[in-house]
């Protein structure tokens, strides 16, 4: 799914107001690396859903970054806007299992898939969570 000008717009105004509002000094450079993590892991995604290989520790990376600098209501809604449903079930599955997911979305499912991956992960690293 590509972006339209309206959607890129509203992202970048939300990412705006959260950078602003966290970080005394705006420094462009730094907003758009950061802005850029999303953009990563919606290529994360699309290649997730082409290829069934995910880098699982690499994408809780990314969505922990972006949730540090944009917090947790815009990033769920930078998302929600950057990603198709089918995308979005995928980060779904991350956000919940990260306890990141604050976004009214009940008509997107998590992806199952991926919540398998998860909980081979949790399993695997001896995780306390709600897999157990």
Not at 36 to 49: D, V
Not at 90 to 116: A, M, R, W, Y
């Amino acid at each position: 799914m590509s972006l339209t000008a309206d959607v890129k717009a509203e992202i970048l105004e939300i990412a705006q107001m959260a950078y602003k509002d966290k970080f005394v000094f705006f420094n462009e450079a730094e907003f758009k690396k950061d802005l850029y993590a999303i953009f990563i892991i919606k290529k994360m995604i699309s290649r997730f859903l082409r290829t069934g290989n995910i880098n699982e520790k690499l994408m809780m990376n990314n969505i922990i970054i972006s949730f540090n600098t944009f917090e947790a209501h815009r990033a769920n809604t930078i998302f929600r806007l950057a990603l198709s449903d089918l995308e979005y079930a995928v980060i779904k599955s991350f956000l919940v299992f990260l306890d990141l997911h604050t976004t009214q979305c009940p008509d997107v499912e998590t992806n199952e898939i991926v919540d398998g991956i998860l909980h081979d992960t949790a399993v695997r690293f001896q995780l306390r969570h709600k897999y157990e």
